[in-house]
């Protein structure tokens, strides 16, 4: 069992930057490829990036693409999210998830951290 705790969200303003991180453990499963989920009020989850275990292979949701920045470190099971340019519309509760590879398919994810908040104001 993997366990997922996020950090990092909180207020930003428009056009400002934030960097998520989620830190894994547990004693049998280490992640082969991580994802980052966000939901909005009223919205379904979204997928945002995913990064492979090795190499540079990622995957950017179409909305978020050329703004953020997935990537991870292996030594620490770290997986983190660097925001750039950041909108209004990006205001969700951010999800880190694991999965055992690398895709946008919420469903293929099998463990999931609590959520961190990101706001992103005028």
């Known amino acids: 069992q993997v366990q997922l705790v996020e950090s990092g969200g909180g207020l930003v303003q428009a056009g400002g930057s934030l960097r998520l991180s989620c830190a894994a453990s547990?004693?049998?499963?280490?992640?082969?490829?991580m994802g980052w989920f966000r939901q909005a009020p009223g919205k379904e989850r979204e997928f945002v990036a995913a990064?492979?275990?090795?190499?540079?292979?990622?995957l950017y949701g179409d909305s978020v693409k050329g703004r953020f920045t997935i990537s991870r470190d292996n030594a620490k099971n770290t997986v983190y999210l660097q925001m750039d340019s950041l909108k209004p519309e990006d205001t969700a509760v951010y999800y880190c998830?694991?999965?055992?590879?690398?895709?946008?398919?919420?469903?293929?994810?099998?463990?999931w951290g609590q959520g961190t908040q990101v706001t992103v104001s005028e």
């Open positions: 547990g004693r049998t499963f280490i992640p082969l490829a």
């Open positions: 998830a694991a999965a055992s590879t690398m895709t946008s398919r919420r469903d293929l994810y099998t463990a």
């Open positions: 990064i492979w275990r090795t190499g540079p292979n990622t």
